[in-house]
């Protein structure tokens, strides 16, 4: 008798790895956003945001089950949704051993602006008054109002200058939708010659050389930070083999900063005009907007006015596409947005290539901010030589300031280029608040460094402020008085970029944190800090960890005596 060899039988997983998909979870996800065999649309991985926040908007809260249904309805991994999901702070990923958060969420803004207003007090008050099984309080970044300071959102709603009654209010009525923004509709933007500009673009009567000739003779530069003119950066998405896409970036996260959302309130048909025209200037296949999800009154606003334009026949139905962030300060670096927009984590790319050669779906992309494309209608009906008139000591345009602080008249105050902070202070904010008197201020927001009382006769403009290690950005100006803390003015900043990172590059990630942590000691070593700083502005992939360190280092170069006042010791 023969012995036989058998061969062992080859065995497979029944289920994936992992939790097992409930049919339940994935017949309700499909009764929510629609069914995904009918729409194989509805699958396209760059919607994975949009599906989030309406599972988020309808929930509450997302659910691993809730992920694990939209992972096989998107046949997209499950690390990639989980990924996506917990990189953005708006969205609540709770685990399977987790127990659903309360229904109604209070978020206190705790940038700067609000820092200076009493927000931490008021953030204390209300965890102090609520019931933890009804109610959470949660600080929060910049919401974009720091001209109410300090602000506070229930649900969608915003309660400005808050109070502990006023939130209390506001939760008791139950009624969490945002405000009613009161805006001009397309009937009243065409009486006064509105889209007369972008229909002489589209019936060939102004030709893009002219146009962008004219944005040349005006000056105009990107007004979201960085300053690039705009008509080059038109030339240099127009050089590149179609197709192309044209993004507006609307996610104003700088804290101090809320120019973007002043215009979109009270004139969205311009800024769609202008972005619509920037969009005919690369040949554009759509225009994306991409809006900051802190911002929801105006994602109604927005919906409403492009949809005029499609009713109008002004624009044909689905080019403007509307994407909603998430609460990520890094999308407003134009790579991470774009990341964003595809449907992934917002973290910033290498480059080269730059955006305008491999953007949007790998393609060719103009990127630019709300308030750049405001200005293109105004000028082209006004003249290049209108905008240029405008300035002081020497430098050409107007600048929107966004102005918040220790002053009489915190908002949006449009100037003239090149103000300096002492006339922008007295000109257009009333002055000082009573009692207080001008310490130091902030030009360009977190990131744009900080300067003395003794240099605020600097004219603040593009390449005006580079020498003393600080830039106006978006025109964020944070006004700081005598009676406030340097030491936790910097700290609320670093805790801010710290929180923020995106956590794809060690410089930016780390030093952050580490930066924080020594300026919480009460001995700064000088060296320590500076070396740190270079470390993160040379090495960190993007603006973010390359800024970060401006407001130390303002301090370490013009502040050493208040520091010491304060019992700071600065060595080195």
Known sequence: MTETSTIPVRRFRATPRGRELAPESLAALRALIGDERDTPALQRHDLLIEHLHVIQDHHGFLSMADLRALAA???????????????????????????????VTIRVCDSLSCQLAGAAALQGELETGADPSQVRVLRAPCMGRCESAPVVEVGHR????????????????????????????????RSEGGYRLLQACRDGEIAVDTLMQTLEAANLRGLGGA????????????????????????????????????????????FLEGALVSAWAVEAEALYIYLRDEYPGLHRVLHEAIAELEAAGLVSPGYVVMRRGAGAYICGEES???????????????????????????????VNNVETVYWIP???????????GHGRHGRSGLRSFSLSGRVKRPGVHLAPAGITLAELVEEYGGG??????????????????ILPASKANIPLDFDTLQAEGCFIGSAAVIVLSDQDDLRSAASNLLAFFADESCGQCTPCRVGTEKMLTLLERDEWH????????????????????????????????????????????VKG
Not at 227 to 240: A, D, I, N
Not at 342 to 364: I, M, N, S, T, Y
Request: proline share 8%.
């Open 158 to 189: 915003h309660v400005l200058h808050a109070s502990r009654e006023a939130v209390e209010a506001v939760v008791d009525t139950g009624h969490f939708h945002p405000e009613a923004v009161d805006w001009q509709r397309l009937d009243a933007y």
């Open 336 to 366: 991470a947005m774009i990341e964003s927009l595809e449907g992934k984590p917002g973290k910033p790319r290498h480059r080269p290539p730059f955006v305008a050669q491999r953007g949007l779906f790998d393609r060719p992309t103009l």
């Open 227 to 270: 300053g690039f003119p705009t008509f080059k950066k038109w030339t240099f998405v127009r050089q590149e083999a179609g197709p192309r896409y044209c993004a507006i970036n609307a996610d104003e996260g700088e804290p101090g900063t809320f120019k973007d959302r002043y215009y979109l309130e009270r004139d969205p048909h311009r």
């Open 526 to 569: 000088a060296a320590d800090l500076e070396r740190l700083s270079q470390v993160m502005m040379d090495a960190s992939i993007c603006g973010l960890g390359q800024a970060a360190p401006n407001p130390v280092l303002g301090l370490l170069k013009d502040f050493r005596e208040e520091l010491a006042a304060q019992q700071i010791i």
């Open 432 to 449: 000082m608040l009573d009692g207080h008197r001008l310490a130091a201020y902030l030009p360009g927001g977190a990131s744009g460094g």
């Open 73 to 103: 309805y998107m046949n997209l991994p499950m690390a990639s949704v989980y990924e996506t999901a917990t990189f953005y702070a708006h969205f609540d990923v709770i685990h399977d051993d987790q127990a659903a958060p309360p229904a």
């Open 378 to 388: 105004l000028i082209w009906q006004r003249g290049a030589e209108w905008f240029a």
